[in-house]
């Protein structure tokens, strides 16, 4: 008995001595020196890496060359031999030495290369040169032939051969997968001990699984576990994956190993198991208007990532896809700017056949919107922490789809203004109407669905702005020959409508009579809250003047409705302009005072301008003195006038005008009564 022991106790000595020439892998070719360096080489070796060695091995008593054999094992590469080589130059044979020069030869093949190592500066000292390389590729079993010389020459030459010899193969070993057990078997042959272990094949190593897994099965902390031969283990793991391989190697340092990766292939480890091994760190910012994420993925994954959005926020909700919205990806960080960050705004990782969904980490979002039904509008309410520009449209829900309509309403929140509440109101076309909301200044954003409930409480209201709706266009059919336009003159001329933002009542009464005035007499209407994006798109300004050019050129009417609000900021605005103080880039009405302004005191008359105001929300004395000359028109009494003024044509007759003052007089003070919103205070901003 004790015979055959010594004999495999013999052989297994002669093995682990055989093996401890295997020399340590080297992921990349590299000098290290003792001082700062720079390499350069020659075609058959790619430009190696120069640096001072992180631990300093022991010095070779110079001069010296050594050569040792190592393993080169490159991304993307099959492992192969190769040779390490270590010199030492002596000082008093380096005065003037600017760097040395390496020459290889592989004797069976005439293959040949050459490196050269220089010293990037002079510095004072008397110490040796200490340079290793790692290192030159070569064939197992061949000879190697290095010589060493200075640059330049100073006579000092050193030359050395070393045989490559083949490498041993690896361990043996079999395994067998227990999914049920989420487990692999490895089954160890008769012979000698083996450390078995799992791991993740990174792209230059095979990475152990993480420790807190182990911690959570109370597994030692080094996962690797020594099985004798003739034995087996079984070795669990947390998730399947496509990287989860086996590795063997020998008790002994720097082992030659062998390694299985069984499920690359394997449709399972493509599944949901992949996901949940990654860590998502979500780092989206709604101040950047940017989508970003980061993996920390067990495996190497590059996953494709593109844009959905969820119906609803419960993750089995379907995610539908957002076209054209691939992120860009730089190791394994994912960012997509010109989003509106929301928790359903999501990414989808695609990775082969398998995707996953995952959201922004944070429930909160940038801003909000809340809608009510007034009269004939439906009034949004947005609140944003940060500048940005919001669109609107109307839709009718068909078959679960709410399309948007035209027009498009935009509001916008400027640059440096502090965060507060927007307003928006929309024309209500057909009761149950629905409405969309979304951030017009970004690329890729999430269109919110509103349906307002039409409750008893808003009838009053709604009855108000139906009879104004209602007499107004009951004047156009009866008394429509007085206003009938020349022959051959284009009907509807444009009527540019301002206003300033005073109350909901105020708001609600303009947005009618624009509305009566487009529908009913065919009037070109503009107005800031039913641009499609125009003034979100050019600017407060250039869409003033634009829309002001086009009216004039047009010979149509600028339409400034009054109220006491507007006679509060008129005053503010001439402050200013005494002041020197520069106006509000954003501020419509600034503007449009400014603008007739400049007219008045050119022309001497605003031409082409008109004022009207409603007599239950302004009085004469509310008009300033030096608006006093324009055309004025007191609503509802005066209601014809305005409208033969707008279409450019004589005054209606008597008797229209007449059942015009009395029917809508007596339908505001009703309305009134009825329980009508009472004016709120100035200060709401409603598309301006």
């Given amino acids: 008995m004790e015979r055959p022991v010594l004999l495999a106790a013999a052989a297994a000595l002669l093995l682990l001595l055989l093996l401890a020439g295997a020399g340590a892998a080297v992921t990349r070719l590299r000098v290290s020196a003792n001082f700062e360096c720079r390499a350069t080489a020659d075609s058959t070796l790619s430009r190696p890496r120069c640096r001072r060695p992180a631990r300093a091995g022991p010095p070779l008593k110079p001069p010296a060359l ?27 044979e380096l005065g003037g030495v600017r760097g040395l020069q390496l020459n290889f030869l592989e004797l069976g093949s005439n293959r040949a290369g050459w490196l050269q190592v220089w010293r990037r500066y002079r510095a004072p000292g008397s110490s040796s040169w200490q340079v290793q390389f790692d290192c030159f590729p070569a064939e197992s079993g061949q000879h190697v032939l290095v010589s060493l010389r200075t640059i330049p020459d100073r006579g000092l030459a050193i030359s050395r051969s070393h045989l490559v010899a083949a490498e041993p193969p690896g361990p043996v070993f079999t395994h067998t997968w227990v999914p049920e057990a989420r487990a692999i078997e490895v089954r160890v042959p008769e012979g000698p001990a083996l450390m078995v272990r799992l791991c993740h094949q990174l792209a230059l190593e095979c990475e152990e699984l993480p420790r807190p897994f182990h911690q959570q099965l109370a597994l030692p902390p080094c996962p690797q576990v020594l099985v004798p031969g003739g034995h087996r283990v079984s070795l669990l793991y947390e998730f399947l994956v496509p990287c989860l391989c086996i590795e063997a190697s020998y008790p002994h340092h720097d ?11 394997q449709p399972a480890a493509y599944g949901p198991e992949l996901w949940s091994s990654v ?45 054209n919205s691939t992120a860009s990806e730089e190791e394994q960080a994912y960012t997509l700017d010109k989003v509106d960050v929301h928790p359903q ?82 024309p209500v076309q057909v009761l149950g109407s629905c409405v ?80 009566r005035l487009r529908a009913g007499l065919g009037c070109d209407v503009r107005l800031d809250l039913w641009e499609a994006g125009g003034v979100g798109r050019a600017g407060v300004l250039p869409w003033l003047y634009a829309q002001r050019g086009h009216v004039g050129r047009q010979r149509g009417t600028v339409l400034l409705l009054w109220s006491r609000g507007s006679t509060r900021l008129f005053r503010r605005w001439r402050v200013g302009v005494a002041d020197g103080t520069p106006g509000d880039a954003h501020d419509i009405f600034g503007a449009a005072m400014a603008c007739l302004h400049g007219e008045l005191g050119a022309a001497g008359c605003g031409s082409g301008w008109v004022l009207a105001y409603f007599s239950r929300l302004c009085s004469p004395r509310d008009v300033p003195r030096p608006l006093r000359p324009l055309p004025t028109y007191r609503l509802p009494r005066q209601l014809p006038g305005l409208l033969g003024a707008l279409r450019g044509s004589p005054p209606a007759p008597r008797r229209c005008r007449g059942r015009a003052e009395g029917l809508l007089h007596r339908l505001l003070e009703v309305g009134a009564g009825e329980g009508g919103p009472s004016p709120r205070p100035p200060g709401m901003a409603a598309g301006t």
């Fill in 66 to 92: 050594a050569l040792s054999r190592a393993r080169l094992c490159l991304p993307g590469q099959p492992c192969q031999p190769c040779l390490r080589v270590r010199l030492a130059l002596p000082s008093a």
């Fill in 279 to 323: 860590c998502f760190h979500d780092y989206s910012a709604s101040s950047k208007d940017q989508m970003a994420m980061v993996l920390s993925a067990s495996c190497p994954l590059r996953p494709r990532a593109t844009l959905c959005w969820r119906e609803a926020a419960a993750e089995t909700a379907p995610c539908h896809d957002v076209p």
């Fill in 345 to 426: 705004l999501c990414f989808r990782f695609s990775y082969g056949n398998s995707s996953h969904v995952e959201c922004p980490h944070r429930p909160e979002t940038a801003w909000n919107v809340s809608v009510s039904a007034q009269g004939l509008q439906l009034h949004l309410r947005l609140t944003s922490s940060i500048p940005a520009a919001f669109s609107a449209a109307l839709c009718q829900r068909r078959g679960g789809q709410c399309e948007p309509e035209a027009p498009l309403y935009t509001v916008t929140q400027p640059e440096g203004s502090a965060p507060g509440e927007l307003a928006l109101l929309l």
């Fill in 255 to 265: 082992s030659p190993r062998s390694k299985h990766c069984p499920f690359r292939d």
């Fill in 436 to 515: 969309l909301v979304w951030r017009s200044d970004v690329r890729f954003a999430r269109k919110q669905l509103l349906c307002p409930d039409v409750s008893r409480r808003h009838f009053g209201l709604l009855g108000l702005v139906l009879a104004l709706g209602l007499v107004v266009t009951v004047l156009l059919l009866n008394c429509r020959g007085a206003w009938r336009p020349a022959a051959g003159a284009p009907g509807g001329r444009p009527v540019l409508l301002l206003y300033s933002p005073d109350s909901e009542e105020h708001l609600g009464l303009v947005c009618a009579l624009a509305e």
